[in-house]
Antibody, heavy 115, light 107 residues
Framework: QVQLVESGGDLVKPGGSLRLSCAASGFIFSDSYMTWIRQAPGKGLEWVSYISGSSDNTNYADSVKGRFTISRDNAKNSLYLQMNSLRAEDTAVYYC????????WGQGTMVTVSS | DIQMTQSPSTLSASVGDRVAITCRASQTISDWLAWYQQKPGKAPKLLIYKVSSLESGVPSRFSGSGSGTEFTLTISSLQPDDFATYYCQQYKSYSRTFGQGTKLEIK
């Protein structure tokens, strides 16, 4: 069936790095723009980044620009988010979603940045 | 970036009530407006896209309206399953932005 499954969330110290993954199934992944959205505890939704199907077009929220890198592997139907120089304010549940409208979401993976 | 402002932030209502949530964009977004429902501990769920188009499987008591910069999500007769947080989102610009959310509570 159509689904997205995130993984890779963890507890990491400030300044550390983490790589999130999102496995897609049930739709033509390579045709789809994909995106990451995050939600800090008790807060609203914040768009983080998107990537085109062919990886030639990416964009980032100002809050993560220069620290996060989005990528994908269409052969593996997988989306990634490399997060470097992590800060306490990056603590959130991270969701991947299919873009256009965000009609397919994963269940989320928790990233906690704390010493 | 396009800013999205929702009102109210919290709404208390009873089963059977008709409720409306408003979303205002900082600049015109034509009809590139979606609404999502989120329940605690769950991912958001797409309800409405392009202002008023209902996503497949969404009950017809949900409806959307508006244009330009002012939009409304209406639930015609609240059901117990509808108590959740609702977000609007613009997708006119690639830097997608969400409203801050409206928590719909049981009165």
């Amino acid at each position: 069936q159509v689904q997205l499954v995130e993984s890779g969330g963890d507890l990491v110290k400030p300044g550390g790095s983490l790589r999130l993954s999102c496995a897609a199934s049930g739709f033509i992944f390579s045709d789809s723009y994909m995106t990451w959205i995050r939600q800090a505890p008790g807060k609203g939704l914040e768009w983080v980044s998107y990537i085109s199907g062919s990886s030639d077009n990416t964009n980032y929220a100002d809050s993560v620009k220069g620290r996060f890198t989005i990528s994908r592997d269409n052969a593996k139907n997988s989306l990634y988010l490399q997060m470097n120089s992590l800060r306490a304010e990056d603590t959130a549940v991270y969701y991947c979603a299919r873009m256009g409208t965000f009609d397919i979401w994963g269940q989320g993976t928790m990233v906690t940045v704390s010493s | 970036d396009i800013q999205m402002t929702q009102s109210p932030s919290t709404l208390s209502a009873s089963v059977g009530d008709r409720v409306a949530i408003t979303c205002r964009a900082s600049q015109t977004i034509s009809d590139w407006l979606a609404w999502y429902q989120q329940k605690p501990g769950k991912a958001p769920k797409l309800l409405i896209y392009k202002v008023s188009s209902l996503e497949s499987g969404v009950p017809s008591r949900f409806s959307g309206s508006g244009s330009g910069t002012e939009f409304t999500l209406t639930i015609s007769s609240l059901q117990p399953d509808d108590f959740a947080t609702y977000y609007c989102q613009q997708y006119k610009s690639y830097s997608r932005t969400f409203g801050q959310g409206t928590k719909l509570e049981i009165k």
